[in-house]
C-alpha cells in the first residue's frame, strides 16, 4: 500500500538517456515539482523494446511509423500498456510527460511528415492514461505554472 499519491513522470525528463537520439530532456523545473511525491519513471518506447538510440517516429492516422516509412505502432502500443499497467498497480492520478512525443505528447503532437509541424493531439500513453482518468500534463505545462 502506498502511502501518498504516485506520480507517473517520463524518465527523459528526470535525467535518464532514454530519447530516439540517445539523449535525455532532463527539466529542473520537474525535479522541482515531483520533490516530496513517490515518482515512477516510465519510457514507453523502451518499454516496448526500441532501443535506443532509435529512428524518431510520429503518429500518421492510426500508427506510429519512422520517417522511412516502418511500422512501430505495435511495439509503441506495448510499452504503453505495460506503462498503463504500472499506473493502475500503484493507482497513478497524475502524469508528466514528455511534450509532443508520440508516445508522451499532451494536447500536440507532431503531424506525422516528419517537419516540425505540430497539430492538436495526444501521444498514445497520454490517450491511455487520460482514458484511466489519469491527469497528464507536460513539462511546459510545469514551467507556466512557475
Not at 41 to 56: I, K
Not at 57 to 70: C, F
Not at 88 to 110: D, H, W
Amino acid at each position: 500500500m502506498v502511502d501518498k499519491p504516485v506520480i507517473l513522470a517520463s524518465a527523459c525528463l528526470l535525467g535518464e538517456k532514454c530519447r530516439y537520439d540517445g539523449q535525455d530532456n532532463y527539466t529542473a523545473t520537474v525535479e522541482h515539482a515531483l520533490a516530496g511525491h513517490e515518482v515512477i519513471t516510465v519510457c514507453p518506447e523502451v518499454a516496448g523494446g526500441l532501443g535506443v538510440p532509435r529512428p524518431p517516429a510520429e503518429i500518421v492516422g492510426n500508427r506510429v511509423l519512422r520517417e522511412d516509412g516502418t511500422d512501430v505502432t505495435a511495439e509503441y502500443e506495448k510499452g504503453v500498456a505495460a506503462c498503463v499497467e504500472i499506473a493502475e498497480n500503484f493507482s497513478v492520478t497524475q502524469a508528466i510527460l514528455k511534450a509532443r512525443s508520440p508516445a508522451c505528447g499532451c494536447g500536440q503532437i507532431y503531424d506525422g511528415r516528419f517537419n516540425g509541424t505540430l497539430i492538436p493531439g495526444d501521444g498514445l500513453l497520454t490517450r491511455a492514461l487520460k482514458a484511466k482518468g489519469v491527469a497528464c500534463e507536460t513539462e511546459e505545462s510545469q514551467h507556466k505554472s512557475k
